[in-house]
């Protein structure tokens, strides 16, 4: 049965040596759903104990670790670490932190290294020989290092090398030793008095000055054969440092996650003290407790002498909204999802999670009523649970039964409507297997009449929940409640005799039923009044009262009529799943050798089509054509204090 959880007020005092204590308990008992205290205990000298916590530095460097070296932060056994070696493990993660870093910087350097190499030995390779020379066997250091001429090594486009003939009367000469398909390598010579103006012209033709490093020494085949040895001296020195960062992290990873899961839990009890309230040596904690773990609760603090805890009902709590935990049996609890989608019901109010459960179950397995393609759907919900926890995949579990009570009625396995035939003759059952396509009629009248029932009976949820409030307006007068009720039932028999060719609809059926309905319906608001002892009373000019009533009123006319036929779309969902897998059926005939194929893609196609638009359409009668008569949500979620290990420390 589902149903709301009955919460208890919890009034949590004591003095402030015990409060760390009494915040580690509340943290890990799991059941504590923790209020300002500040808002609830009224007084002139309060003021909460909140300051800058002290576990957020250790926490952000654990996270600097985590980042560098890949270790995720996870919830590990820190039974055997103290509350006080909080100092001694911010210590101890500041050296590994350290440490990292150390050895992250060393594979980085020797990294960088070995780049700069490969750029220089790249270079160096374009002095291997070209235009006419052979490979330069001069030391390039000697190069660079004449006083009257400046020299300048780089690369020349292809088609600005082909302009340097226009250059001819200026002092300077370029060198090529190397080419590709789009630039020419080598070296610019000029007297040094002229260099400026030579840099210019360079620079006109997109010269791309290459500055050879300062470990470059001797002549090409030198410095190739020595950067060539350097870039594997880097290689050996990178792998070393990576070697050791990787065993360092792998011998830190157990201790890194059990200093992670004490200071995680330190951090988050330390953070619940923006909600204590002090008053000079004294703290005031409050907050809801479920009832059934009431007692249990209280006896968590039975070792700490000081600490008083009080535990009274929701409605000695002051006006602090109490929160909501739902409370459901096994088959809808998986649908509470859906109410958490449109939002919780108040503490009073009523928990719809069974009726949307067996509703949803019901209508989908209607509209996709087939015994093969249910079976799928319950065993991908199986492997969707199983194998990633998600809540819908639970879900699918109930609709793929329900897929397949349905299939079975209507005799489709897999869009094969005779497969069944033998067996209900075999027992004897004339009146199936139920032929949807055949019976199309039938199966539209029967959707409506599904809705109907559908309709009055979240119109009587409404009318209960109504009387229990002591809301007579919305129980009594209103188009969801008992009014709303007479006058919907009134049309509906109204229509249905006269369609079967029955009397009825006499002066006095009318006028009870129809006319007098839809007046209290008219002026819902003053009789609600009325019944709550406020006397009779339009709170408006008389005028803006008649018209916006009248226009409610015939509001309320056209939604019974809407939402009524919208129910049409529960047998047209039935008639066009039989309909799809009859094409289906016709293309994997035509199709000869490939029928298989054909089957297998074809049910595929119409399970996740289909499946996609039965799923959404049903949500949205849930929505739209019955939480709209009688839940709001609007209630505050139950939420007790836990250590969250998921959450990061920025």
């Known amino acids: ?94 050296s590994m932190r350290n440490r990292v870093q150390k050895l992250k910087a060393e594979v980085k350097k020797a990294e960088e290294q070995k780049a700069a190499h490969s750029r220089a030995l790249e270079q160096v390779k374009h002095l291997s020989g070209g235009e006419g020379v052979g490979s330069l066997e001069i030391d390039l250091e000697q190069i660079f290092a004449c006083k009257h001429i400046k020299v300048r090594f780089g690369r020349l486009p292809i088609d600005s090398y082909e302009k340097l003939p226009y250059y001819e009367e200026k002092t300077f000469y370029y060198l090529v030793y190397g080419k590709d398909k789009d630039y020419c390598y080598g070296f610019c010579f000029a007297p040094v008095s002229e260099i400026e103006e030579i840099d210019g012209i360079l620079e006109s033709l997109y010269f791309e000055r290459i500055r050879l490093p300062d470990f470059v020494h001797g002549d090409v085949a030198e410095a190739a054969a020595s950067i060539t040895e350097n870039m594997k001296k880097d290689d050996e020195k990178a792998e070393k440092c990576r070697k050791a960062l990787s065993e360092y992290i792998e011998n830190s990873r157990e201790k890194i996650c059990k200093y992670f899961t004490k200071l995680k839990a330190l951090y988050d009890t330390f953070e619940l003290r923006e909600n204590v309230l002090m008053i000079r040596d004294k703290f005031y904690i409050v907050g809801f407790v479920p009832e059934r773990e009431a007692e249990q609760f209280k006896k968590y603090f039975e070792g700490l002498r000081s600490v008083s805890v009080v535990i009274k009902p929701c409605g000695e709590g002051g006006d602090v909204e109490v929160p909501v935990k739902l409370r459901n049996n096994k088959f809808s609890e998986p649908f509470s999802m859906f109410v958490d989608m449109y939002g919780l019901p108040a503490y009073n109010d009523i928990n719809p999670t069974g009726f949307v459960a067996v509703t949803y179950s019901l209508l989908f397995g209607i509209m996709f009523g087939d015994l093969g393609q249910g079976l799928l759907v319950l065993l991908l919900g199986i492997v969707l649970w199983k194998w990633k926890k998600m809540t819908l995949g639970r879900i699918m579990e109930r609709l793929g039964v329900f897929s397949m009570i349905f299939g079975t009625l209507y005799g489709s396995v897999f869009g094969y409507e005779e497969l069944l035939d033998p067996v209900y003759e075999s027992l004897g059952i004339s009146f199936l297997p139920f032929k949807a396509i055949h019976s199309i009629n039938t199966v539209l009248y029967a959707a409506i009449g599904i809705g109907i029932g559908i309709i009055i009976i979240s119109v009587l949820i409404n009318i209960a929940m109504g009387l229990k409030e002591k809301d007579y307006a919305r129980a009594l007068f209103s188009n969801n409640g008992l009014a709303g009720l007479v006058f919907y039932c009134g049309l509906l028999i109204l229509l249905l005799g006269g369609m079967l060719g029955l009397n009825v609809g006499g002066p006095l059926y009318v006028i009870c039923l129809i006319i007098l309905p839809l007046v209290i319906m008219f002026l819902r608001e003053p009789l609600g009044d009325l019944c709550a002892g406020k006397g009779f009373h339009i709170h408006e000019s008389v005028g803006d009262f008649i018209a916006a009533n009248f226009f409610e009123c015939f509001e309320y006319l056209l939604g019974y009529a809407t939402n009524t036929i919208s129910f049409v779309r529960v047998g047209g969902f039935v008639l066009s799943h039989a309909g799809m897998m009859s094409v289906v059926l016709s293309l ?24 996609f638009l039965v799923g959404i359409q049903v949500l949205r009668l849930e929505f739209y054509e019955m939480f709209s008569r009688y839940y709001t949500g609007g209630g505050k979620a139950f939420s007790p204090v836990t250590v969250n290990y998921d959450e990061k420390i920025e």
């Open 588 to 611: 994997a005939e035509m199709s000869g050798g490939a029928s298989p194929l054909v089957m297998i893609l074809g049910n595929l196609f119409v399970m996740c089509l289909e499946g």
């Open 1 to 94: 049965m589902s149903s709301i959880e009955k919460m208890m007020f919890a009034d949590i005092a004591g003095l402030e040596s015990d409060l760390e204590a009494v915040l580690g308990i509340i943290s890990s008992c799991g059941c504590f759903h923790m209020e300002n205290a500040g808002a609830v205990h009224a007084s002139s000298q309060k003021n909460t104990v909140k300051r800058e916590n002290p576990y957020s530095a250790p926490l952000k460097m654990l996270s600097e670790i985590s980042a560098l070296s890949g270790i995720k932060l996870e919830k590990a056994d820190a039974s055997g670490i103290k509350d006080s070696e909080a100092d001694k493990m911010t210590s101890e993660i500041r």
